[in-house]
């Protein structure tokens, strides 16, 4: 089953962030790049990305045949979508398992949703 984990930055986390050294950073990276390989490895990672500031992003609407933009951020939320894994692996539990080694966890915070198919919820 697929599963999505949607990370999910806060004020604590980009806070927390900034007070890192380079050397803190690297290492947070790195810890990233285990998880990567550790679920390259077993198979069940599927595709896995940072985002840009949501500041950067555009929302698209369509009203009366035309397209319209506006700039982001969007909400009025202090969480901001970070980034994501798409994942393919046996169960829920298997995917919060993956979630809970995110690094950053906290003060990130991750959620995991089943990918649903055409159908339904992909089984």
């Known amino acids: 089953m697929k599963y999505m ?13 900034e ?13 990233y790049a285990t998880l990567n390989e550790d679920l390259a490895e077993s198979g069940e990672l599927i ?15 369509v009203k009366d045949g035309r397209t319209l933009t506006s700039d982001g951020p969007f909400a009025e939320a202090k969480e901001q979508l970070a980034g994501f894994y798409l994942v393919d692996c046996e169960s829920i539990d298997r995917a919060i398992e993956i979630a809970a080694r995110v690094p950053g966890v906290p003060p ?4 995991v949703r089943p990918v649903l198919s055409f159908g339904g919820t992909e089984m």
Request: no cysteine.
């Open 19 to 31: 007070r890192f050294s380079e050397a803190e950073r690297n290492e947070g990276m790195g810890a």
């Open 47 to 61: 595709v896995t990305e940072a985002l840009a500031e949501a500041s950067t992003g555009k929302r698209v609407t």
């Open 5 to 17: 984990i949607l990370i999910h930055s806060n004020p604590a986390s980009r806070e927390a962030w």
């Open 108 to 111: 990130l915070e991750a959620e």
